[in-house]
């Protein structure tokens, strides 16, 4: 009998397994100290299969971003659900961002860590990913303040600022639940709205904080916008 010939494993089969190695050595052990033969000894590939495929390890490390990048978003945009109360949707959509951090550590290292401190063209490659998420949460955030008003030409600025405060507290929350045990994705959604929807729910309401009339850092009361007797959307 002649030998048994191995299945051929299809190409884009091969370069994912080659793109989960590497995201998992660049998420553990950084961009500079990740090398070639230990990825290809991980993808049980040989380093010259590696570059033929993905060329260099400035591809190969664009590649991982990029795939990452797109897994999150899509994870995000999938978990706020629409036609729920916009609390519920934002509720949702955090859940799912802390869901897969949670579940994809080492990617998240390689987006938030990695590639924003190994060059300017890695980082734009995350800034893009990021200002999507910033456009969804502006939107999501925006329609409910518009509907809450009853005011469809309610201005975006600010409501773009707090879109961008809060992508920002969700990626800082993100790395401390990765970092601390026990902590959910739920728990962390549940930090994130109750520090967050209090004060987007006195926007929505029309209540702005500003200081008071006096010196800049004065302590005084400032009046209307106190917070009495609001409970949390999240249980």
């Not at 629409?82 to 550590?105: I, K």
């Not at 300017?120 to 925006?142: G, N, Q, S």
């Not at 600010?158 to 507290?169: H, K, P």
């Not at 990765?178 to 987007?200: D, I």
Request: with cysteine; glycine share 8%; aromatic share 6%.
């Amino acid at each position: 009998m002649g030998a048994v010939k191995s299945k051929r494993i299809p190409r884009a089969v091969r370069e994912q397994q080659m793109l989960d190695a590497a995201v998992r050595t660049f998420g553990r052990r950084g961009y500079t100290a990740a090398s070639m033969d230990e990825i290809a000894e991980l993808a049980g590939v040989s380093k010259p299969l590696v570059y033929l495929y993905l060329n260099s390890k400035e591809e190969l490390f664009t590649a991982c971003i990029r795939r990452e990048a797109t897994a999150l978003v899509e994870a995000v945009r999938a978990g706020a659900s629409p036609g729920l109360p916009a609390d519920r949707q934002l509720w949702s959509g955090l859940t799912a961002f802390f869901t897969h951090t949670a579940r994809h550590p080492d990617a998240w290292a390689v987006l938030h860590l990695q590639a924003r401190t190994h060059g300017e063209a890695f980082a734009a490659e995350v800034a893009t990913m990021r200002a999507e998420v910033v456009a969804f949460v502006t939107e999501l955030i925006l329609a409910a303040a518009r509907e809450a008003h009853q005011d469809p030409d309610l201005p975006g600025g600010e409501i773009s600022g707090l879109a961008e405060a809060l992508v920002g507290a969700a990626e800082a929350l993100a790395d401390w639940a990765n970092a601390t045990p026990g902590v959910t994705a739920r728990q962390a959604s549940a930090t994130l709205m109750n520090f967050s929807w209090e004060g987007l729910g006195d926007l929505m309401a029309g209540r702005r904080w500003s200081p008071s009339d006096g010196a800049e850092g004065s302590t005084a009361d400032p009046g209307p916008v106190a917070h009495a007797g609001r409970t949390s959307p999240v249980r």
